[in-house]
């Protein structure tokens, strides 16, 4: 279908500002189960209200509690229990079916999970019914987020470890790409085939043990752990599967709605662009016209924001009354060097959500933000939360808007720089854009650009020169550092007042220097308000 064929296209850009309707939260099962002792039935229970008080007091509207990677984190009737076939041999190595599996730090923390996790079967099999109840009496909706196609540790090496289910241990047929599994090869490639009729039926049934046995108000389909879905060449054609997937969804939330006596509602994770959605078997076009799917969650392949992501073009597929909420992940990046990251933080959240609002968005969408962090950041977390839910708040706030890289989520999308092909020297070669939010009109900014190499450049914005100042001056709490092997180079320019307008903006940059400077060169650019 071409995804610009739609009859409702709303031109979010000349939308007035309103608040926004939630503030959505993923809660990782490995999160829950790595951080707390969970050693009797008294601390299972206090751990549990304490993590549904933390983000209800942070202002979440919603909590969307995952409990499944391959294998389930409960007492699954469907699907491989974490703990199940794991024991400790006599030397005080932990086995898989009585075989030795990898004992590094992640094996170690899995085994740990394995046995708290049955630990809270044993002592309070009902723990999800308390997280609902818990949940209801703090004002917070608490969804189901079933993972997918969770694929990780299944590189080389780790075929054999606990998080893998029965079903990927004994039926490598049922594999995407299994041919491939070499030194090289990609954990991805080792993902099911959604084509295959055993694991289609397989997460058919979880999705309906999910709803049908334990209370909630939506279920999330994260179909972002992981793809692609299907063997290489396949995901166009196979369509119609994922299609089918929705329908029987929609088909069980309304039991579940008529057992539970309220609204049970769906929300899905896809690419954060829509033509890469398509490109791994999403029909998302059919799925709204279908009244398949009540929240969408445009998100990154990996845990790095992506602030150019399709919000107006999904805005455009899916159309109001659909809630439009897109990911905002663990860090950012602006380079295709993942080397040079910077973790999220309030002033960097609030960059991303504000650019979203601007192009369509209806809500904030918090991946991989854990109660653990709120120790390691002195920035407000979890506190600003809740600004990311007022939109007309967000808009007077500082922020970060940081211009980043892309992750291809599937096969046949190539990756290519963001920044500039080249700048010649004693040139300038077109811009970049930025999109700065909303609220911007009269305000203090300063482009910040990083590279590997020295900058003597002029910045302009909007085809308007900015005058340079130093580095020192802007007050950034953090910024990447140099890498071994690297010099790093940062310049910053003030923006004058009545340049910049709301949403994007377009940045250039004119090489007064001797050196061409290539899109490699450019680890790092950023706008702050």
Same mark, same amino acid.
Request: hydrophobic share 40%.
């Given at each position: 279908?071409?995804?610009?064929?739609?009859?409702?296209?709303?031109?979010?850009?000349?939308?007035?500002?309103?608040?926004?309707?939630?503030?959505?939260?993923?809660?990782?099962?490995?999160?829950?189960?790595?951080?707390?002792?969970?050693?009797?039935?008294?601390?299972?229970?206090?751990?549990?209200?304490?993590?549904?008080?933390?983000?209800?007091?942070?202002?979440?509207?919603?909590?969307?509690?995952?409990?499944?990677?391959?294998?389930?984190?409960?007492?699954?009737?469907?699907?491989?229990?974490?703990?199940?076939?794991?024991?400790?041999?006599?030397?005080?190595?932990?086995?898989?079916?009585?075989?030795?599996?990898?004992?590094?730090?992640?094996?170690?923390?899995?085994?740990?999970?394995?046995?708290?996790?049955?630990?809270?079967?044993?002592?309070?099999?009902?723990?999800?019914?308390?997280?609902?109840?818990?949940?209801?009496?703090?004002?917070?909706?608490?969804?189901?987020?079933?993972?997918?196609?969770?694929?990780?540790?299944?590189?080389?090496?780790?075929?054999?470890?606990?998080?893998?289910?029965?079903?990927?241990?004994?039926?490598?047929?049922?594999?995407?790409?299994?041919?491939?599994?070499?030194?090289?090869?990609?954990?991805?490639?080792?993902?099911?085939?959604?084509? #295959? /009729?055993? !694991? *289609?039926?397989?997460?058919?049934?979880?999705? =309906?043990?999910?709803?049908? @046995?334990?209370?909630? %108000? +939506?279920?999330?389909?994260?179909?972002?752990?992981?793809?692609?879905?299907?063997?290489?060449?396949?995901?166009?054609?196979?369509?119609?599967?994922?299609?089918?997937?929705?329908?029987?969804?929609?088909?069980?939330?309304?039991?579940?709605?008529?057992?539970?006596?309220?609204?049970?509602?769906?929300?899905?994770?896809?690419?954060?662009?829509?033509?890469?959605?398509?490109?791994?078997?999403?029909?998302?076009?059919?799925?709204?016209?279908?009244?398949?799917?009540?929240?969408?969650?445009?998100?990154?392949?990996?845990?790095?924001?992506?602030?150019?992501?399709?919000?107006?073009?999904?805005?455009?597929?899916?159309?109001?009354?659909?809630?439009?909420?897109?990911?905002?992940?663990?860090?950012?990046?602006?380079?295709?060097? #993942? /080397?040079? !990251? *910077?973790?999220?933080?309030?002033?960097?959240? =609030?960059?991303?959500?504000? @650019?979203?609002?601007? %192009? +369509?968005?209806?809500?904030?969408?918090?991946?991989?933000?854990?109660?653990?962090?709120?120790?390691?950041?002195?920035?407000?977390?979890?506190?600003?939360?809740?600004?990311?839910?007022?939109?007309?708040?967000?808009?007077?706030?500082?922020?970060?808007?940081?211009?980043?890289?892309?992750?291809?989520?599937?096969?046949?999308?190539?990756?290519?720089?963001?920044?500039?092909?080249?700048?010649?020297?004693?040139?300038?070669?077109?811009?970049?854009?930025?999109?700065?939010?909303?609220?911007?009109?009269?305000?203090?900014?300063?482009?910040?650009?990083?590279?590997?190499?020295?900058?003597?450049?002029?910045?302009?914005?909007?085809?308007?020169?900015?005058?340079?100042?130093?580095?020192?001056?802007?007050?950034?709490?953090?910024?990447?550092?140099?890498?071994?092997?690297?010099?790093?180079?940062?310049?910053?320019?003030?923006?004058?007042?009545?340049?910049?307008?709301?949403?994007?903006?377009?940045?250039?940059?004119?090489?007064?220097?001797?050196?061409?400077?290539?899109?490699?060169?450019?680890?790092?650019?950023?706008?702050?308000?």
């Amino acid at each position: 279908m071409n995804v610009f064929a739609v009859s409702c296209v709303v031109m979010a850009f000349t939308a007035p500002l309103a608040c926004a309707s939630a503030v959505y939260v993923n809660s990782d099962a490995w999160n829950f189960f790595s951080d707390n002792e969970l050693k009797d039935r008294g601390a299972i229970a206090a751990a549990i209200d304490a993590d549904v008080d933390f983000y209800a007091d942070a202002g979440a509207t919603a909590v969307f509690y995952n409990l499944n990677a391959q294998r389930a984190l409960f007492g699954s009737k469907t699907a491989t229990p974490l703990w199940k076939d794991v024991s400790v041999g006599e030397d005080g190595r932990p086995l898989l079916r009585g075989k030795p599996f990898v004992t590094d730090q992640d094996g170690r923390r899995i085994l740990a999970m394995a046995n708290r996790a049955h630990r809270v079967s044993e002592l309070m099999p009902d723990f999800i019914a308390r997280r609902y109840a818990r949940c209801r009496a703090r004002g917070v909706e608490m969804w189901h987020s079933m993972r997918m196609n969770d694929i990780h540790y299944t590189y080389l090496g780790s075929e054999w470890i606990p998080l893998h289910s029965d079903m990927w241990l004994d039926r490598k047929d049922l594999l995407r790409a299994w041919y491939r599994h070499s030194w090289r090869g990609e954990w991805r490639d080792n993902g099911f085939d959604y084509a #295959k /009729r055993e !694991v *289609l039926d397989a997460h058919l049934a979880l999705m =309906r043990e999910y709803l049908l @046995g334990y209370e909630s %108000d +939506g279920i999330e389909l994260d179909w972002m752990r992981c793809v692609p879905l299907f063997a290489p060449g396949h995901d166009e054609s196979n369509a119609h599967v994922l299609t089918h997937f929705m329908r029987e969804t929609r088909k069980t939330a309304s039991e579940a709605a008529a057992k539970w006596g309220h609204p049970v509602k769906i929300a899905v994770r896809v690419p954060a662009r829509v033509r890469e959605a398509y490109g791994v078997g999403m029909d998302i076009a059919t799925w709204v016209r279908e009244g398949l799917v009540d929240v969408v969650v445009p998100s990154p392949r990996d845990t790095s924001t992506e602030m150019d992501c399709d919000v107006a073009l999904y805005r455009a597929i899916c159309p109001k009354p659909i809630v439009l909420a897109p990911d905002v992940d663990y860090y950012c990046r602006s380079s295709d060097d #993942k /080397r040079y !990251v *910077l973790a999220f933080s309030a002033d960097i959240d =609030r960059g991303f959500v504000s @650019g979203w609002y601007h %192009d +369509g968005a209806d809500a904030a969408y918090l991946y991989n933000h854990f109660p653990r962090h709120a120790k390691e950041r002195h920035d407000g977390y979890p506190a600003y939360i809740a600004s990311l839910g007022d939109r007309e708040a967000l808009a007077r706030m500082p922020r970060r808007h940081v211009f980043t890289s892309h992750a291809p989520i599937g096969e046949g999308v190539f990756p290519s720089s963001p920044y500039w092909n080249a700048v010649w020297r004693n040139c300038c070669n077109g811009c970049v854009k930025v999109n700065c939010g909303e609220g911007v009109s009269g305000r203090r900014a300063v482009v910040v650009i990083g590279a590997k190499t020295s900058l003597d450049v002029d910045v302009i914005v909007n085809s308007v020169k900015c005058a340079p100042v130093s580095l020192d001056s802007v007050c950034l709490k953090d910024l990447p550092e140099a890498k071994e092997g690297d010099a790093l180079c940062y310049v910053a320019a003030v923006v004058p007042p009545g340049v910049l307008h709301d949403g994007w903006n377009g940045v250039e940059i004119f090489n007064r220097g001797p050196v061409d400077l290539k899109s490699r060169d450019f680890v790092w650019l950023e706008v702050k308000l």
